[in-house]
């Protein structure tokens, strides 16, 4: 595998979550810097070093409102 997908989202009860695209792979955190760290342990946990992803890409959704 040469790169793996996190879809992030802000979690309605605060901070951030993300959950990979194709893998089972979930976890969360308050903050950006430290979803970043939790996602790569999470992938380093998941895969073993033969399938280790070269590329972990964090594709972040941010919905915003704005009054008419």
Request: aromatic share 6%; glycine share 4%.
């Amino acid at each position: 595998m040469s790169e793996i997908l996190f879809l992030v989202e802000h979690a309605p009860e605060g901070g951030y979550t993300a959950r990979a695209l194709g893998e089972s792979i979930f976890t969360e955190a308050d903050t950006l810097p430290e979803l970043r760290k939790m996602v790569q342990e999470a992938v380093h946990c998941h895969f073993d070093e033969s399938n280790m992803p070269k590329v972990i890409r964090l594709h972040i959704v941010q919905e915003e409102m704005l009054a008419a």
